[in-house]
Protein backbone atom coordinates (compact mmCIF):
# COMPACT_ATOMS: atom_id res chain seq x y z
CA UNK A 1 0.00 0.00 0.00
CA UNK A 2 2.30 2.38 -1.33
CA UNK A 3 1.13 6.14 -0.83
CA UNK A 4 3.14 7.64 -3.71
CA UNK A 5 4.33 5.50 -6.63
CA UNK A 6 6.15 6.08 -9.47
CA UNK A 7 6.54 3.69 -13.08
CA UNK A 8 9.22 2.31 -14.11
CA UNK A 9 11.65 3.23 -11.22
CA UNK A 10 14.26 3.24 -14.39
CA UNK A 11 14.45 4.19 -17.68
CA UNK A 12 17.04 4.11 -20.10
CA UNK A 13 16.51 5.48 -23.52
CA UNK A 14 18.29 7.05 -26.45
CA UNK A 15 18.96 10.93 -27.36
CA UNK A 16 15.32 11.96 -29.49
CA UNK A 17 12.92 9.41 -28.06
CA UNK A 18 9.86 10.62 -26.46
CA UNK A 19 8.85 8.69 -23.10
CA UNK A 20 6.56 9.16 -19.98
CA UNK A 21 6.99 8.60 -16.21
CA UNK A 22 3.85 7.76 -14.50
CA UNK A 23 2.87 9.13 -10.86
CA UNK A 24 -0.27 7.77 -8.48
CA UNK A 25 -1.03 9.04 -5.21
CA UNK A 26 -3.62 7.05 -2.88
CA UNK A 27 -3.08 9.62 -0.14
CA UNK A 28 -6.02 11.59 -1.12
CA UNK A 29 -4.04 14.60 -1.29
CA UNK A 30 -5.34 17.45 -3.36
CA UNK A 31 -1.55 18.48 -4.74
CA UNK A 32 1.09 16.84 -7.14
CA UNK A 33 4.32 17.51 -7.79
CA UNK A 34 7.29 16.47 -10.12
CA UNK A 35 11.33 17.68 -9.25
CA UNK A 36 14.54 17.13 -10.77
CA UNK A 37 17.35 15.35 -9.02
CA UNK A 38 20.56 16.09 -10.98
CA UNK A 39 24.09 14.85 -10.20
CA UNK A 40 24.69 17.60 -7.79
CA UNK A 41 21.91 15.79 -5.86
CA UNK A 42 19.81 19.30 -5.26
CA UNK A 43 16.35 18.73 -5.67
CA UNK A 44 14.19 21.82 -7.65
CA UNK A 45 10.54 21.54 -8.54
CA UNK A 46 9.78 21.38 -12.07
CA UNK A 47 6.21 21.40 -11.76
CA UNK A 48 2.99 21.43 -9.81
CA UNK A 49 -0.62 20.93 -10.09
CA UNK A 50 -3.90 21.91 -7.81
CA UNK A 51 -6.97 19.92 -8.30
CA UNK A 52 -5.90 18.81 -11.30
CA UNK A 53 -4.56 22.46 -12.03
CA UNK A 54 -0.99 23.77 -13.10
CA UNK A 55 -0.31 26.11 -10.34
CA UNK A 56 3.73 26.08 -10.63
CA UNK A 57 5.95 25.62 -13.59
CA UNK A 58 9.33 26.62 -13.09
CA UNK A 59 11.32 27.35 -15.99
CA UNK A 60 11.05 23.61 -17.44
CA UNK A 61 11.89 23.13 -21.41
CA UNK A 62 8.39 22.96 -23.25
CA UNK A 63 9.65 19.37 -24.32
CA UNK A 64 8.40 18.38 -20.87
CA UNK A 65 4.49 18.24 -20.27
CA UNK A 66 2.70 16.97 -17.05
CA UNK A 67 -0.38 15.57 -17.12
CA UNK A 68 -2.95 15.14 -14.66
CA UNK A 69 -5.97 12.94 -15.56
CA UNK A 70 -7.02 13.16 -12.05
CA UNK A 71 -6.04 14.39 -8.54
CA UNK A 72 -4.44 10.96 -7.37
CA UNK A 73 -2.79 10.88 -10.91
CA UNK A 74 0.56 13.82 -12.44
CA UNK A 75 2.18 11.75 -15.59
CA UNK A 76 5.70 13.13 -16.78
CA UNK A 77 6.00 13.38 -21.05
CA UNK A 78 9.19 13.98 -22.28
CA UNK A 79 9.56 14.61 -25.98
CA UNK A 80 12.87 14.61 -27.94
CA UNK A 81 15.09 13.54 -24.65
CA UNK A 82 18.44 15.06 -24.48
CA UNK A 83 21.48 14.04 -22.76
CA UNK A 84 21.02 16.80 -20.21
CA UNK A 85 17.62 15.11 -18.88
CA UNK A 86 19.50 12.30 -17.25
CA UNK A 87 18.78 12.65 -13.47
CA UNK A 88 16.08 11.27 -10.95
CA UNK A 89 12.97 12.55 -11.24
CA UNK A 90 10.37 12.50 -8.09
CA UNK A 91 6.71 12.97 -7.85
CA UNK A 92 5.35 14.30 -4.80
CA UNK A 93 1.98 14.79 -3.11
CA UNK A 94 0.63 16.73 -0.14
CA UNK A 95 -2.78 18.77 0.76
CA UNK A 96 -1.61 22.62 -0.44
CA UNK A 97 -2.00 25.14 2.90
CA UNK A 98 0.38 28.21 3.11
CA UNK A 99 1.55 26.65 6.64
CA UNK A 100 2.77 23.64 6.44
CA UNK A 101 2.43 21.72 3.13
CA UNK A 102 3.92 18.87 4.15
CA UNK A 103 5.22 16.69 0.94
CA UNK A 104 5.14 13.34 0.32
CA UNK A 105 7.58 11.58 -2.06
CA UNK A 106 7.79 9.06 -4.42
CA UNK A 107 10.40 6.47 -4.67
CA UNK A 108 11.93 8.41 -7.83
CA UNK A 109 12.71 7.74 -11.58
CA UNK A 110 16.39 7.22 -12.58
CA UNK A 111 16.18 8.84 -16.00
CA UNK A 112 19.36 8.00 -18.06
CA UNK A 113 19.56 9.22 -21.75
CA UNK A 114 22.33 7.67 -23.95
CA UNK B 1 18.49 35.54 -4.09
CA UNK B 2 16.72 31.71 -2.12
CA UNK B 3 19.90 29.66 -1.06
CA UNK B 4 20.14 27.17 1.52
CA UNK B 5 24.00 25.99 2.61
CA UNK B 6 24.22 22.67 4.35
CA UNK B 7 27.64 21.74 6.75
CA UNK B 8 29.40 19.61 6.95
CA UNK B 9 29.01 18.01 3.33
CA UNK B 10 30.00 14.67 4.87
CA UNK B 11 30.59 13.18 8.07
CA UNK B 12 31.06 9.73 9.64
CA UNK B 13 30.54 8.60 13.23
CA UNK B 14 30.87 5.99 15.12
CA UNK B 15 27.42 3.81 16.06
CA UNK B 16 25.93 5.69 19.49
CA UNK B 17 27.56 8.75 18.85
CA UNK B 18 25.88 12.11 18.48
CA UNK B 19 25.98 14.19 15.70
CA UNK B 20 25.09 17.70 14.57
CA UNK B 21 24.29 19.23 11.01
CA UNK B 22 24.37 22.63 10.15
CA UNK B 23 21.92 24.80 7.93
CA UNK B 24 22.09 28.49 6.97
CA UNK B 25 19.63 29.99 4.55
CA UNK B 26 18.26 33.12 2.56
CA UNK B 27 15.00 32.32 1.95
CA UNK B 28 12.36 35.40 2.13
CA UNK B 29 9.84 35.68 2.52
CA UNK B 30 10.17 32.57 4.84
CA UNK B 31 7.67 30.31 6.74
CA UNK B 32 8.66 27.22 7.67
CA UNK B 33 11.91 25.15 7.68
CA UNK B 34 11.98 21.33 7.20
CA UNK B 35 14.73 18.48 7.51
CA UNK B 36 14.19 15.41 5.02
CA UNK B 37 15.97 12.22 5.35
CA UNK B 38 17.05 10.72 2.15
CA UNK B 39 18.26 7.17 1.86
CA UNK B 40 20.33 6.21 -0.63
CA UNK B 41 17.97 5.32 -4.17
CA UNK B 42 15.02 6.50 -2.22
CA UNK B 43 12.75 9.68 -2.15
CA UNK B 44 13.27 12.49 1.06
CA UNK B 45 10.94 11.49 3.98
CA UNK B 46 9.90 14.52 6.30
CA UNK B 47 11.70 14.71 9.63
CA UNK B 48 10.58 17.45 11.33
CA UNK B 49 8.66 20.66 10.44
CA UNK B 50 8.95 24.14 12.28
CA UNK B 51 7.24 27.24 11.49
CA UNK B 52 9.34 30.78 11.56
CA UNK B 53 7.88 31.36 15.44
CA UNK B 54 9.09 27.77 16.61
CA UNK B 55 12.60 27.10 18.20
CA UNK B 56 12.63 23.47 18.75
CA UNK B 57 10.87 20.28 17.19
CA UNK B 58 11.60 16.83 18.68
CA UNK B 59 10.96 13.27 16.51
CA UNK B 60 12.13 10.59 18.40
CA UNK B 61 16.05 10.91 18.61
CA UNK B 62 16.22 13.85 16.13
CA UNK B 63 15.84 17.45 17.36
CA UNK B 64 15.56 20.28 14.90
CA UNK B 65 16.09 24.00 15.76
CA UNK B 66 15.44 27.27 14.23
CA UNK B 67 16.64 30.97 14.70
CA UNK B 68 14.58 32.54 11.80
CA UNK B 69 16.48 35.92 13.09
CA UNK B 70 20.19 34.51 12.09
CA UNK B 71 18.65 32.14 9.62
CA UNK B 72 20.43 29.22 11.11
CA UNK B 73 18.90 25.62 11.46
CA UNK B 74 20.49 22.92 13.11
CA UNK B 75 19.52 18.85 13.10
CA UNK B 76 20.83 16.99 16.20
CA UNK B 77 20.98 12.87 16.43
CA UNK B 78 21.33 11.34 19.45
CA UNK B 79 22.38 7.58 19.93
CA UNK B 80 23.29 7.08 16.14
CA UNK B 81 22.01 3.96 14.75
CA UNK B 82 23.61 2.42 11.60
CA UNK B 83 20.58 3.07 9.31
CA UNK B 84 20.77 6.81 10.29
CA UNK B 85 23.51 6.44 7.42
CA UNK B 86 21.58 8.51 4.95
CA UNK B 87 21.68 12.33 3.53
CA UNK B 88 19.83 14.47 5.47
CA UNK B 89 18.33 18.14 3.42
CA UNK B 90 17.21 20.58 5.02
CA UNK B 91 14.47 22.68 3.36
CA UNK B 92 12.85 26.21 4.00
CA UNK B 93 9.98 27.63 2.34
CA UNK B 94 8.43 30.81 1.74
CA UNK B 95 6.29 32.95 -0.57
CA UNK B 96 2.44 32.48 -1.84
CA UNK B 97 3.08 28.81 -2.58
CA UNK B 98 5.21 27.60 0.09
CA UNK B 99 7.66 26.71 -2.64
CA UNK B 100 10.06 24.66 -0.97
CA UNK B 101 14.12 25.40 -1.83
CA UNK B 102 16.13 22.25 -0.72
CA UNK B 103 19.84 22.53 -0.02
CA UNK B 104 22.44 19.83 -1.30
CA UNK B 105 22.75 17.73 2.07
CA UNK B 106 24.96 16.35 4.18
CA UNK B 107 25.80 12.80 4.10
CA UNK B 108 25.88 11.01 7.26
CA UNK B 109 27.72 7.69 7.30
CA UNK B 110 27.38 5.81 10.90
CA UNK B 111 29.50 3.00 11.41
CA UNK B 112 29.86 -0.21 13.70
Known amino acids: DTAVSQTPKYLVTQMGNDKSIKCEQN?????MYWYKQDSKKFLKIMFSYNNKELIINETVPNRFSPKSPDKAHLNLHINSLELGDSAVYFC?????????????FGPGTRLTVL | KNQVEQSPQSLIILEGKNCTLQ??????????LRWYKQDTGRGPVSLTIMTFSENTKSNGRYTATLDADTKQSSLHITASQLSDSASYIC???????????FGKGTKLSVKP
Open chain 1, 92 to 104: ASSHFTNSYNEQF
Open chain 1, 27 to 31: LGHDT
Open chain 2, 23 to 32: CNYTVSPFSN
Open chain 2, 91 to 101: VPSGGSQGNLI
